[in-house]
DNA sequence: TTCTTATCGATATATATTTACCGAATGGAG
DNA sequence: CTCCATTCGGTAAATATATATCGATAAGAA
């Protein structure tokens, strides 16, 4: 009955929303219905006014001295999120990192299904890590075309990166999850989610001292 | 001659530092001396102010119609992102992802060095994984505390991710990586920074719609 | 030397994000 | 039924972060 625009939800609260699912879905186990913002506030550590005004854009509604549905706000929060739209996702790099990633039990949670991994070196390729098979990365423009796949993972070094990237932009993805430590120029219309760890790592020691 | 307060350095500021580290190390290497903000700015995808406001919070200072020095820059971000105090680092939780953290190739660039590696599983305790030996939990708290290690990497699922933080606490570490996607709750003066796997899929998802 | 252009640094503005405040609604106790 | 405590939702304030503006400076060309 309205909604022009869905307004786009900033990224702090995007990171966000996981953990408040995190909680929600634990409280549902220990058969809860309701949870208010204090509740879950307390939980994973921020303001009570901060979970409202995240669960808030979620289209989520609580009610007075109760608090939230469990049940419709963890669907609200997967709706924003978007784990109802599976998507398929094929990944570029087979090596250590790559392995650990195709044994990472979390993405189906999100809506999203490794169905391919691509690599070129010859003693990987037609290996079957965690059930899926690795193919030579030639093989890639083919499947992604075919399949309509919309996300790619590199997990590859920095040399390797720019050059994945344009194949598999090529190849009509839609985002990039990209562990290297390059920075990836892609089409506007393409989104990167960079997942560098020494980034990550840098801001911890630098606040260790 | 001054700094009376050292003034700390935002969070999106020091995670782009590493960024600007990386374009200055190729840029030397290519055999430049100075570089621009603007010239900088291009490469990360950033604006040159963003880029000149960074470098200002680490102490460089630029010369006009020339930019920055590239060795003193990188001198300087690598003092403010801690690079040199080296700091040595334990790893509990020896499966896939536990292995790939070990083979990753960036942690000495940043100062750190994982030294041990710890696990319940006797199929992994005594394995030597890229130079570094798999003990059993048991032995951490000793360890730890008699090398004053100073930060734990916790690459644990999410049930057995706040006893570990614990343990790592209870035997002085100051800054803990969390792999798993528990909120971990650790006293005031321990530091953790999450890197949740499924908080940046979740993120790279809802935005590709 | 003088002019032009690129770039820095400081200050100011704009935007984004977090936090505070307060009235209204709900459920439960007395 | 009335009162009390809790929590929501909307609005407002505070803080943090990003972007713009502008004068000053340095290098190189004319």
Chains 1, 2 share one sequence.
Not at 32 to 61: M, W
Request: net charge positive; hydrophobic share 40%.
């Amino acid at each position: 009955m309205n909604n022009t625009t869905p307004i786009a939800i900033s990224e702090p609260t995007l990171k966000r929303l996981p953990k408040y699912l995190n909680v929600l879905e634990r409280l549902k186990e220990a058969g809860n219905k309701y949870a208010s913002c204090t509740e879950i506030a307390k939980t994973v550590g921020f303001l009570p006014i901060q979970v409202r005004k995240d669960l808030h854009q979620t289209g989520a509604v609580g009610k007075p001295k109760v608090g939230y549905t469990i049940d419709s706000t963890i669907k609200n929060i997967e709706n924003t999120l978007g784990y109802n739209n599976k998507s398929e996702a094929v990944l570029v790099g087979a090596g250590n990192l790559g392995n650990a990633l195709l044994g990472f039990p979390g993405f189906e949670r999100c809506g999203m299904k490794v169905i391919a991994a691509f690599d070129t070196d010859n003693n990987k390729i037609g290996k079957n890590l965690y059930g899926v098979t690795v193919f030579h990365i030639d093989k890639l423009i083919n499947l992604v075309e075919r399949l309509h796949i919309k996300v790619g993972i590199i997990a590859l070094p920095y040399k390797d990166a720019q050059k994945t990237a344009d194949l598999l932009v090529s190849a009509g993805i839609k985002g990039i999850w990209n562990f290297s430590s390059a920075t990836l120029k892609v089409p506007d219309n393409v989104t990167v989610q960079n997942e560098d760890l020494s980034v990550s790592l840098s801001v911890l020691l630098s606040k260790i001292r």
